[in-house]
């Protein structure tokens, strides 16, 4: 019954990424015949990679930055049973089917929301080429300093930047929620709310981050 739930899970992640390339691979094949047809080769070349090139890149970091610590908290826990009541799994489903699939879901999970991100991202191609191509305009704003130009070339590419690590922090935070309410890091005893010495870290690390960013959000404002 594992193996067939296991199996499941992998054929619906194959399903999910098929059919969000399917479209591209299309549009792929219709932009080419247009831009040949208009003898604007080098064009659509510099479009495609920008594309594709910036889509990866953002989806493999996207990848990295949430697997991996994921599995490794994941890891640290594999000692820990799944403490779900039998009443529970009968009511909720869904929690037995993500208790059943955890160390799987830690990996698909990322790697589905990586390709996405990648997608979307790679839409955003312009604000990468208006960086590398940005030129300074040699007068600056009175009130920080700043040339014009970082406004229309620096500026947009670090919001999206900014964007991506905030849809990391969410999934780094939900990830570690499901783990830990799946492995009862923290539960409700006798004397309150009780916390696993294993919880500490990734918390600190999750509270360490959160104010990363919002420094990050208040300097970019």
């Not at 900014?162 to 309410?181: D, R, Y």
Request: proline share 4%; aromatic share 18%.
């Amino acid at each position: 019954m594992n193996t067939q739930r296991k199996w499941l899970f992998i054929l619906l992640g194959i399903v999910v990424v098929g059919s969000m390339f399917a479209e591209k691979i299309i549009k792929f094949y219709f932009d080419w015949i247009w831009f040949t047809n208009h003898q604007f080769d080098s064009v659509f070349w510099t479009i495609v990679l920008s594309q594709w090139g910036f889509g990866l890149a953002t989806g493999l970091l996207f990848f990295i930055l949430t697997c991996f610590p994921l599995k490794r908290i994941y890891s640290r826990s594999s000692h820990m049973p799944v403490l779900l009541s039998d009443s529970v799994r009968r009511e909720l489903p869904l929690l037995d089917f993500l208790a059943g699939n955890l160390k799987n879901l830690m990996f698909f999970g990322p790697l589905v929301l990586a390709v996405m991100t990648g997608l979307i991202i790679g839409q955003k191609w312009e604000l990468l080429q208006l960086y590398s191509k940005s030129v300074q305009f040699g007068s600056g704003d009175p009130i920080f300093g700043n040339d014009y130009s970082f406004y229309l070339f620096t500026l947009p590419l670090l919001n999206l930047g900014k964007s991506v690590l905030w849809e990391i922090l969410v999934v780094l935070g939900i990830g570690t929620g499901i783990i830990f309410f799946l492995k009862q890091f923290i539960y409700l005893g006798p004397n309150g709310i009780l916390m696993q010495v294993e919880a500490r870290r990734p918390l600190s690390f999750l509270a360490f981050y959160f104010l990363i960013l919002l420094a990050l959000e208040f300097h970019l404002q």
